[in-house]
């Protein structure tokens, strides 16, 4: 066995700058559009040896995951892992999760849990799959868990199956803002009424930064109007982060809650924060930027 005893990985935040809705699948599935990129701000998955399949929660974000009924994503994560590549290679493994972004929040951070599990075992139990192999485990857990294993700027597309990674993406300054509220993407999604968008992916990706916001801007988010009706609180958000000085577009990520605001800087991002912060002092807010 050649498994380190101690790996750490990070669990980045996903946004989605945009999100269409492109039409409903014979199954119940929506099948999307979206352009998303990852943030700085992040949880955190440490593996070390332990006994069986373990799981230990901190942070600040973790006391509605002790609260919540089944089975947690990381577990879930873990034994689809373990399944898969059998008992000679598993080990006795305590993962420990330190979450500090909100649940149930259209930020990803469930499917970046179950992501970073995924690639921190691959290397603690020396673990060598294809990449077809860890997206078949990835689709498995969630829709969203793919395009975090990828946890790169991307174009996805279908379920969430279908990824496109984007080179030499654009780093961007921004706010995210969530205001204290979970959001079941179950329940949002069946709530939708109206049509379906079209595809819209940029067919380049601008290098001027107002070019690109205005692209942006030419787009939506399909689940955002449902979301409000659901959560009126949202509207809120979005009419403070649009009115923060230097903000270029404030739109809510995923099925919502948390929100996010573009700015031409992290100076800009930063006092916005720290303004919102004074007025909303309950809410969970971070100045940070994409990776690249």
């Given at each position: 066995?050649?498994?380190?005893?101690?790996?750490?990985?990070?669990?980045?935040?996903?946004?989605?700058?945009?999100?269409?809705?492109?039409?409903?699948?014979?199954?119940?599935?929506?099948?999307?559009?979206?352009?998303?990129?990852?943030?700085?701000?992040?949880?955190?998955?440490?593996?070390?040896?332990?006994?069986?399949?373990?799981?230990?929660?901190?942070?600040?974000?973790?006391?509605?995951?002790?609260?919540?009924?089944?089975?947690?994503?990381?577990?879930?994560?873990?034994?689809?892992?373990?399944?898969?590549?059998?008992?000679?290679?598993?080990?006795?493994?305590?993962?420990?999760?330190?979450?500090?972004?909100?649940?149930?929040?259209?930020?990803?951070?469930?499917?970046?849990?179950?992501?970073?599990?995924?690639?921190?075992?691959?290397?603690?139990?020396?673990?060598?799959?294809?990449?077809?192999?860890?997206?078949?485990?990835?689709?498995?857990?969630?829709?969203?868990?793919?395009?975090?294993?990828?946890?790169?700027?991307?174009?996805?597309?279908?379920?969430?199956?279908?990824?496109?990674?984007?080179?030499?993406?654009?780093?961007?300054?921004?706010?995210?803002?969530?205001?204290?509220?979970?959001?079941?993407?179950?329940?949002?999604?069946?709530?939708?009424?109206?049509?379906?968008?079209?595809?819209?992916?940029?067919?380049?990706?601008?290098?001027d930064s107002m070019m690109f916001f205005d692209e942006i801007k030419k787009r939506t988010n399909d689940l955002e109007a449902t979301a409000i009706i659901m959560a009126p609180v949202i509207?809120?958000?979005?009419?403070?982060?649009?009115?923060?000085?230097?903000?270029?577009?404030?739109?809510?990520?995923?099925?919502?809650?948390?929100?996010?605001?573009?700015?031409?800087?992290?100076?800009?991002?930063?006092?916005?924060?720290?303004?919102?912060?004074?007025?909303?002092?309950?809410?969970?807010?971070?100045?940070?930027?994409?990776?690249?």
């Amino acid at each position: 066995m050649n498994g380190k005893s101690f790996v750490r990985v990070e669990a980045p935040a996903k946004v989605n700058l945009y999100l269409h809705v492109t039409g409903l699948r014979d199954d119940g599935f929506h099948e999307l559009d979206s352009l998303v990129v990852f943030a700085d701000v992040h949880d955190l998955i440490t593996c070390k040896k332990g006994s069986g399949l373990t799981l230990k929660l901190s942070g600040p974000e973790s006391a509605s995951l002790r609260k919540a009924s089944g089975t947690n994503i990381v577990l879930r994560a873990a034994k689809a892992l373990a399944d898969k590549v059998g008992p000679k290679k598993v080990t006795g493994v305590e993962i420990h999760l330190e979450k500090f972004l909100p649940v149930a929040a259209g930020i990803g951070g469930g499917s970046a849990d179950a992501a970073a599990t995924l690639k921190a075992l691959c290397e603690f139990w020396d673990v060598n799959l294809s990449q077809r192999e860890i997206s078949e485990l990835a689709q498995f857990l969630g829709a969203d868990v793919a395009v975090c294993v990828e946890g790169r700027s991307s174009f996805f597309s279908g379920i969430g199956d279908k990824i496109d990674p984007i080179n030499n993406f654009p780093k961007l300054s921004m706010l995210l803002v969530n205001p204290g509220i979970e959001l079941l993407t179950s329940k949002i999604f069946k709530a939708r009424k109206g049509s379906y968008t079209q595809m819209a992916r940029l067919r380049r990706i601008p290098i001027d930064s107002m070019m690109f916001f205005d692209e942006i801007k030419k787009r939506t988010n399909d689940l955002e109007a449902t979301a409000i009706i659901m959560a009126p609180v949202i509207k809120q958000v979005l009419s403070n982060i649009s009115s923060s000085p230097g903000c270029k577009i404030s739109r809510m990520s995923g099925s919502g809650a948390t929100c996010f605001g573009l700015f031409d800087n992290k100076v800009q991002a930063k006092k916005a924060a720290l303004e919102l912060r004074k007025m909303n002092p309950n809410w969970w807010i971070v100045a940070t930027e994409s990776r690249l």
